[in-house]
């Protein structure tokens, strides 16, 4: 569901293999035969009505996006969170609407809550059944590597792991001899380069993927040359997927094909989503939470001198400076060249200002960023302008997190790395989630890390 927003992809999703297309029409074929399966079982006839909505259900559900090689527990997550994400679009719009009086209230609600075991169990049991039909005979497809270096082994590897792309792989070409070659193992060296055209005419290999450098255009020509008598797929795998790609995929600029290495995932529609996500959310959040603010506003007025709402430069979208918002909960206000970041027993945290960062009450003031469009709810946590300026020296891929606005929230603060980063280390890891994030973000990933900071605060003991 929702998959033009999710970049997660496990298996081989180009192109109309047998598995692609069963995570493609899977969700959606299951949410529309649940709705008819509901409204048979009430007695009701499929008249016009459901036609309309099994429509609107397909369309916001096509194409899934829980693919097969996710694991368990993140297929269900998926499904969970992108079926409360189509139900409530739904059940807004039919009661705005009106159309939902269309149906009985038992077929709706049925409908809703059979739905999401429905789709855990059809993916289910597509786990168990596809590499059983991949396996039969046709279904197979064989492929051979050309090179045998990085690229070449890695790419062999994924075919050996990933059950459900439906591609066996033969062996290596290579001009080098067996002993020069590195994490060949015991995997088979069928000859040189030159060798290549023969043996794929022969033993009818369908797949060749070249992972060659793209120094050695002419051998890359001359390989190409050699395979025009062939009817072999040929696929490219260039070396620039040597270094770490974040939302890495294949564009075109007026018909010319580039390759994205590094960039942001809110583009086009994403960003649009993203946006309105986020000013819709934290629109009924304020309004929720208001009596809470309040409370912690007159808090920290009686707990000590100063301003209620601290003010700190940090840095956002694409490095550049913004004022962050949060309740004062020290006795004073860093915002300079040196600043010290809170500590176990920091002398300058107020007995209220302990209990409003341990329940993280002193970083709701940032819903105002982020109708402000400054931040956004979820996203790698901003940090103070002179801890960038530090950690950008010292950590690989640092100002990476600055291709997105920071959130409120984020993928490394719910897998535990929230608070104080005394060491490099840790600083390290809180960068590797939120580059995590970057390569695979998707609306379902941003409900979830929501619900789970929820749950997870007042029982986080990292906070200080």
């Known amino acids: 569901m929702l998959a033009t927003l999710d970049k997660s992809n496990g298996s081989h999703r180009s192109g109309l293999s047998f598995s692609s297309t069963i995570e493609t029409f899977l969700d959606p074929i ?20 459901y036609v309309i909505l099994a429509l609107i259900v397909f369309s916001l559900t096509f194409p899934g996006n829980i693919f097969l090689n996710d694991s368990l527990r993140r297929m269900l997550r998926k499904t969970f969170v992108n079926w409360v994400i189509v139900a409530g679009i739904m059940v807004f719009f039919g009661e705005a609407s009106g159309y939902i009086n ?31 039909v991949l396996a039969m005979e046709g279904n197979t ?13 890695r790419l062999a590897e994924n075919f050996g792991s990933n059950k459900f792309i439906g591609v066996r792989f033969v062996g290596y070409f290579d001009d080098r001899q067996r002993d020069r070659l590195d994490g060949i193992g015991d995997a088979p060296l ?16 369908d797949h060749i993927y070249l992972a060659l450098p793209m120094a050695t255009q002419p051998r890359i020509l001359k390989i190409l040359d050699n395979l025009k008598d062939t009817t072999t797929s040929i696929f490219f795998v260039p070396d620039i997927f040597v270094t770490d790609l974040i ?53 920290v007025k009686l707990s000590s001198s100063g301003p209620v709402i601290f003010k700190q430069r940090r840095y956002g979208l694409d490095g550049k400076e913004i004022v962050v918002y949060k309740f004062r909960s020290m006795t004073t206000c860093d915002d300079g060249k040196d600043v010290k970041q809170a500590t176990r027993g920091d002398s300058r945290i107020t007995r209220f200002g302990a209990f409003i960062r341990k329940t993280s009450i002193d970083e709701l003031p940032q819903f105002i960023n982020v109708l402000q469009g400054r931040m956004s709810i979820v996203g790698p946590r901003p940090h103070a302008v002179s801890h960038n300026e530090t950690y950008r020296k010292l950590i690989k891929g640092y100002m ?54 929820a749950v997870t605060t007042l029982k986080d003991s990292s906070a200080y």
């Open 141 to 153: 497809r064989t492929a051979v590597i050309a090179g045998c270096n990085d690229i070449g082994t």
């Open 102 to 132: 269309f149906f009985p209230r038992d077929v709706i609600y049925s409908w809703l809550i059979a739905t999401p075991f429905a789709l855990m169990t059809a993916n289910s049991l597509a786990r168990w059944i596809i590499p059983n």
């Open 30 to 49: 299951v949410a529309v035969g649940s709705l008819f399966v509901c409204a048979y079982s009430c007695g009701e006839v499929l008249g016009p009505e």
């Open 190 to 205: 069928l000859g040189s380069f030159d060798q290549l055209a023969e043996y794929v005419k022969t033993h009818h290999v």
């Open 400 to 453: 990476v997190r600055h291709k997105v606005k920071p959130g409120i929230t984020g993928w490394a603060q719910v897998n535990g790395y929230r608070g104080e980063t005394e060491t490099v280390e840790k600083m390290e890891k809180r960068i590797e989630y939120d580059l995590e994030y970057l390569r695979n973000w998707s609306l379902s990933m941003d409900l979830w890390i929501i619900i789970k900071t």
């Open 247 to 299: 939302q890495g995929r294949v564009d075109q600029v007026g018909g010319m094909p580039v390759v994205a290495v590094c960039e942001t995932p809110f583009t086009g529609a994403s960003g649009v989503i993203k946006r309105i996500s986020d000013i819709i959310l934290s629109i009924l959040i304020m309004i929720l939470i208001s009596p809470i603010m309040l409370f912690a506003a007159i808090g």
